[in-house]
């Protein structure tokens, strides 16, 4: 069993900071890629940053130079530093991840966690 926890969200005024942590665990055999996606009252999901595990990265346009992903392989985390946040970036703030389970046959498959509030209030 596999599974991926978030933590780290909250309230927090306009032009502060949150980091959000999702630790996975499990009967993991490897990870491939991890990322943060986000989803707003009334609107589709959205991808909001990805990273390999050899740490090339991707934003969207909307959080560039304002929110960095990063993660640590022996501990099978992932994070994201959010600064100057915006009353547009709350929404519900999920974890995904692309891994190799052994319980799965070592089959690749995405996992998503369950989801942690961010609000920013103006």
């Known amino acids: 069993q596999v599974q991926l926890v978030e933590s780290g969200g909250g309230l927090v005024q306009a032009g502060g900071s949150l980091r959000l942590s999702c630790i996975a665990s499990?009967?993991?055999?490897?990870?491939?890629?991890m990322g943060w996606y986000r989803q707003a009252p009334g609107k589709q999901r959205e991808l909001v940053s990805g990273?390999?595990?050899?740490?090339?990265?991707n934003y969207a346009d909307s959080v560039k130079g304002r929110f960095t992903i990063s993660r640590d392989n022996a501990k099978n985390t992932v994070y994201l530093q959010m600064n100057s946040l915006k009353p547009e970036d709350t929404a519900v703030y999920y974890c995904?991840?692309?891994?190799?389970?052994?319980?799965?046959?070592?089959?690749?498959?995405?996992?998503w966690g369950q989801g942690t509030q961010v609000t920013v209030s103006s």
């Open positions: 995904k991840a692309n891994l190799a389970s052994v319980n799965g046959g070592f089959k690749w498959d995405d996992y």
């Open positions: 499990g009967s993991i055999f490897s990870i491939n890629t």
């Open positions: 990273i390999t595990r050899g740490g090339s990265t």
